[in-house]
């Protein structure tokens, strides 16, 4: 079996996602459908390296591929977390409002479902000068003649390393899991890693970038679900 065709059945078997993997950073057809979770249970919570020297507000950011990511995940609206290991906040489709990204459970969870063509700019938790990226970002991203990447832990947390290349530019993006679209809870710590893009899908859906310890690619998720965000510059 390869690599490839051994991550779409670990995906068919997780309860990661809404939809199978639209396109891997290869090529594929996007099929949505409602996720059904089948193992509740938390093994892990992410834990943080020390925090940097560098502002809540400020990141030098990496450029890969010829996109300006930061280096952090958002935190509360308008600030990073605290290093490029640390979970941040967790935000469902076009909304501002943070969600803790390690308690298994949450309260007033919201279950109506986010409108909008785009991530509209006054819903945006980015820090100034930064915003979610567009679906083609992440495209680049994952354009592998460009761009490789790889599972590892870094400073202790597991997630996907993508490196520039040409430059050798580096980003980590830490598998945080996501809170599920009906109650909130708190699923694939350490696993999977789930980022928002600015892209409507289709009816209730939006595009992210889904990724786990074999590969990495985008796909629709229900605008509902609680995932990291990691913004690009403007």
Known sequence: MTKKNLFWLMLALSIVTTASITTSCGGGKDKPEEETPTNPAVSTVLTDSVTPADSATIDAGVIINGVKWATRNVDEPGKFAATAESTGKFFQWNRKTAWSAESKTVENWDTTVPKGTEWAAANDPSPAGWRVPALAEIQKLCDTEKVTEEWTTQNGVKGRLFTDKSTNNTLFLPAAGYHYSSNGDLYNVGTFGYYWSSTQGDGIYAYRL?????????????????????????
């Open 210 to 234: 889904v990724f786990g310890s074999i590969y990495a690619g985008w796909t629709n998720g229900t605008r509902r679900y609680g995932q990291s965000l990691r913004p690009v510059a403007e």
